[in-house]
């Protein structure tokens, strides 16, 4: 009996080495799961950096692939449900994918990210802005490619204070949305970083149906303020801005990430004077990697993208890729390690930097831009220097 | 106190816009004991046939492009056939069925239109300007009244006064009120049910399209739930100032709005986040003193 036994796990053992042995002689594809909402109201956001992900697969196969193996894809819809997007992915971990790209966005993403966090996978979210998506949220094994929300704020302080001369600012919040209230975190931290001083600060919601009363305070005011930050996003974002011009408040505005593109500037004409941290401008980016990236996007897909947020998409599998090649393995555990030691990593969207704790960008350049004729024109590239501390990043005790 | 007036014309404005909706909401309560929640999508579609029908992030005008006459037209046109197409296809063969029954209906109707235009449209919000000359503010005695706030108001009052003048001095009119007084009775001294049941949603239709334009012209916005809110503020406004009262339903919508904006103007900074929970608070009080509403119908009143 007992011979019998070690017969069989020497089988088993020499069964298992020989298998793998095989795997790598035959070189078998790597697989990359895409948990992606191609359907409902996260779509409009998530299907552009799937795109420029999926492009970013297809260039690194025609130069090679990864460690001399192919990449292979699969796409799932996750119909922007939340229990269906759990589902997908675990549908993906039994294709036998070796990572998960997620949703970019906390609440509809985490749940795929999770699936893979359990599976001992690494998870990116293509444009998640809270750092939950992360080590100290979902888990170790998952990572955003976006900047956190903070950061939008931090940048429109700093560069406001030093490059524009403001010393006094005005805050309007949509406290309904968490992203947009982390923004205005940022903004007041490092606004009062700098020592300027702030002349008041408001609220709004989300489906406001007026902001008049918000107006006629900022009306109110003794001296009207250098600029204004607004934190908010579509669609309350613009019909702010609306309402602020409308009623003759032309103090500079700067606003979140979530404002840059031009596709909302026809609800507003002769709008200026207002600026978006951005991630990059689609026309007039100074950046070549940014401009040869919209090349080919147009040239694999047809047309420009509309996001700014498409890069994102890239660069999640930019970032991953280059972790495999250093670690020279797909095993999680190792990529993970060459992940968390990225320092300035140069990547299509800047420098990308992570620690075993900090899984977001807390310091990457964003590209200032000002809205001239109807549309975005790009200023230049501005780099934050207070980089938020975790209570910050977490918006605890505030 | 430069600064109370100023918020009082704010306040009025926005009242003047929940008036309105709950003016819509509470004609077809009064006439078919339905709370037509798929009145905010007839204020989303509204909007949205402003512009055509494409996924693209920068659709071209569609009505929004025509001369603003013609544009009133299309779009308050357009809102009165659809609130009439649903009331033909989802409410009327549901009519002698329980209130719950159209209830759930009516939130079909919206989820229906709702994703059709997520179908014809995009997820994505759009913008579009129309009427941007309005939004200037005027100057009245040193006060700024902005061009949308004094339109509102305008349009509110005018609106208001041709109800009146339409449901006080026209036979359908009084055919209207009497069936939203006692619908079983008017019908058994031979007002058409089927007839004041549509002319009643035609002027939530009439309403619906003139509200959405007032909007956009004040936040150059379309997204698809930006008629939740509203019809929401609205329905509460429908309560409090009565279930079945017209006057009560301008009324409410009045109060809500006014509320709204003084718990934001007057609320210290870190509690304006909480100001909804303010509104409904009171709302919630002024019910707890008068359950029937503030103006109580005799339909309302328990009959022995």
């Known amino acids: ?398 | 106190m430069a600064y109370f007036i100023q918020v009082l014309i704010d306040a009025v404005a926005l009242g003047s816009l929940y008036a309105l909706v709950a003016l819509a909401i509470g004609l077809v309560f009064g006439v078919m004991k339905l709370i037509n929640f798929a009145q905010a999508d007839y204020l989303t579609v509204g909007a949205y046939s402003l512009v055509i029908p494409t996924a693209a992030a920068t659709p071209s005008m569609m009505f929004g492009g025509l001369p603003w006459a013609l544009m009133i037209f299309c779009v308050v046109l357009s809102i009165t056939v659809l609130a009439l197409i649903t009331e033909r296809v989802a409410f009327r063969p549901l009519r002698n069925t329980d209130p719950t029954t159209l209830l759930i209906s009516s939130f079909a109707v919206s989820y229906f239109l709702q994703s059709l235009i997520i179908m014809f449209h995009g997820g994505r919000p759009k913008s579009v300007s129309i009427g941007a000359a309005l939004t200037r503010p005027i100057d009245i005695l040193g006060l700024r009244v902005g061009g949308v706030q004094f339109l509102t108001m305008t349009v509110a009052l005018l609106l208001l006064i041709a109800l009146v003048l339409f449901l006080k001095r026209t036979s359908i009119g009084i055919q209207l009120r009497a069936a939203a007084e006692d619908f079983s009775m008017a019908r058994l001294l031979g007002v058409a049910a089927n007839r004041v049941i549509a002319i009643a949603f035609a002027i939530s239709g009439i309403l619906g399209g003139v509200i959405s334009l007032l909007f956009v012209i004040q936040t150059g916005t379309l997204d698809i739930r930006m008629g939740i809110m509203p019809t929401v503020y609205a329905f509460f406004a429908t309560v409090i100032g009565g279930i079945g009262s017209l006057p009560g339903a301008v009324l409410g919508g009045y109060i809500v709005g006014i509320l709204s904006v003084f718990l934001q103007a007057y609320l210290p900074e870190e509690m304006r986040p909480f100001r909804d929970a303010g509104v409904f608070t009171i709302v919630i009080l002024i019910l707890l003193v008068r359950p029937q509403g503030l103006i109580v119908t005799s339909a309302a009143k328990e009959r022995v």
Not at chain 1, 4 to 17: D, E, K, T, V, W
Not at chain 1, 59 to 67: D, S
Not at chain 1, 78 to 96: F, H, N, Q
């Open chain 1, 1 to 398: 009996m007992k011979t019998f036994g070690h017969l069989i796990c020497a089988g088993l053992a020499f069964a298992l080495s020989n298998s793998s042995a095989l795997a790598q002689d035959a070189k078998e594809p790597i697989k990359v799961g895409f948990a992606t909402a191609l359907s409902g109201w996260l779509a409009a956001y998530d299907e552009e950096p799937h795109k420029a992900a999926v492009m970013k697969i297809e260039e690194i196969n025609k130069a090679g692939g990864v460690l001399g193996r192919q990449i292979e894809y699969k796409v799932l819809d996750t119909k922007t449900d939340l229990t269906l997007t759990g589902s997908v992915a675990s549908e993906l971990v039994d294709w036998g994918a070796n990572m998960l790209v997620v949703p970019p966005d906390y609440d509809y993403g985490s749940p795929a990210a999770l699936v893979a966090q359990n599976a001992g996978l690494i998870a990116i979210s293509t444009g998640a802005s809270d750092p939950k998506m992360g080590a100290q949220g979902v888990g170790p094994n998952v990572f955003t490619a976006h900047s956190a929300s903070q950061i939008s704020g931090i940048t429109s302080a700093e560069y406001a204070y030093d490059k524009m001369g403001a010393r006094t600012a005005y805050m309007l919040e949509d406290v309904s949305i968490e992203a947009t209230k982390a923004a205005c975190a940022g903004f007041i931290a490092a606004w009062e970083k700098k020592g300027g001083k702030l002349l008041g600060r408001d609220t709004f919601q989300k489906e406001d149906a007026s902001i008049a009363a918000q107006v006629t305070r900022i009306k109110g005011l003794e001296t009207p303020p250098d600029m204004m930050f607004l934190c908010a996003t579509m669609p309350q974002g613009p019909a702010a801005v609306r309402q602020l011009r409308a009623a003759n408040i032309d103090m500079p505005i700067f606003a979140d990430t979530g404002m840059g593109g031009d596709f909302w500037l026809g609800g507003v004409p002769g709008l200026k004077d207002f600026y978006v941290p951005a991630i990059m401008s689609i026309k007039g980016d100074p950046r070549p990697e940014i401009q040869k990236f919209l090349a080919a996007y147009k040239a694999r897909w047809g047309t420009l993208p509309v996001s700014e947020f498409s890069v994102l998409g890239y660069c999640t599998i930019e970032q991953w890729t280059a972790a495999v090649e250093k670690a020279q393995s797909t095993d999680t555990e190792a990529v993970v390690a060459v992940m968390n030691q990225f320092k300035d990593q140069p990547t299509t969207c800047g420098p990308t930097s992570y620690t075993p704790e900090m899984h977001i960008q807390v310091d990457r350049p964003l590209l200032v831009s000002k809205v001239v004729d109807g549309s975005f024109e790009a200023v230049e590239i501005f780099r934050n220097s207070f980089a938020p501390d975790f209570k910050l990043l977490f918006r605890v005790s505030q």
